[in-house]
């Protein structure tokens, strides 16, 4: 397949955190014509040609089997793919991954909130990415996983699987977005994982200043979403995750009830974040294999339950 300039170009101009085409995104995924994006489906087919599309509208190299975005995988029952992407870094075999879950629970589930908000909020992240005058040292892997709502099958598949192009060796930080529209439930977005010794947060503290409107919660450890699998081969990840006291996999998960104006606001921290990292002057590889996810320094050769003397 080869790229149309023009057809780039379109894609690439433009506001990518425009308030109108972030809510028109996700009205198009949680379309009650995609029935709830069950993996295997026929809405899951539907959301991930419409994510693949953009990705090579935006230009980014496909990484799926074959030239194509689709990492094909089986869950229990069902066909399903992640959908991957990335732009080539310039100066480094580092690779920053950013992640969110394309598919949801099936018929009366629209699930615009989760997880719509963090697919949209990956593809403002791309094509900001994109804007900038050159592409970073570090490769940005893009992925919208599948079947995380039947137990991440789709992380746990690529961190078992990666593609050749991105080996799970070379990524340094994995960034996910889910459910990233419910700001105004509580009032805060979390941003989980931050843990003081990481190099995501020193940046995150520096972005939370310029970002005061928003109620920022740094720290902690985030669980049950596409973070896990990486955080289990010890790379470090940000979760951003905006908690929904009201439609969480209800059926009122609507894109009319996403909160699209922190939504926009979010993803310009997460662009801050993945270009700060992407670009970042630390040894990522080198803190990596000493702090893991956890940010808690390795202690080389001990093993728990070793007595000393
Ligand atoms: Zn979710």
Redesign the pocket.
Known sequence: MTLDAATVASCVDGKPFDEVTLRERIELLAASELGGRAPGSSGDLTARTLIAEQFRCLGLTPAGDGDGFDQAFDTARERTANVVGYIAGTDSTDVILIGA?HD?LGAHHP?AN??AS?IVALLAIAQAIRQQPKAPPRTIAFVAFGA??QGMVGSKFFAAHAPAALPTDHIVYDINL??VGSYASRGAVYVMGTFPKLAARKLLDGIAKAHRRLDMGLGGRGER??HEPFCALGIPYVFFWTPDDRCYHAPCDTAANVDVRHLAEIAKIATELVSGLANSDVDLAAARSSLGCSGVVARRGATAGTPRD
């Open positions: 879950h949801h699930g989760d997880n963090g995380e709502e889910d459910m979403s596409d």
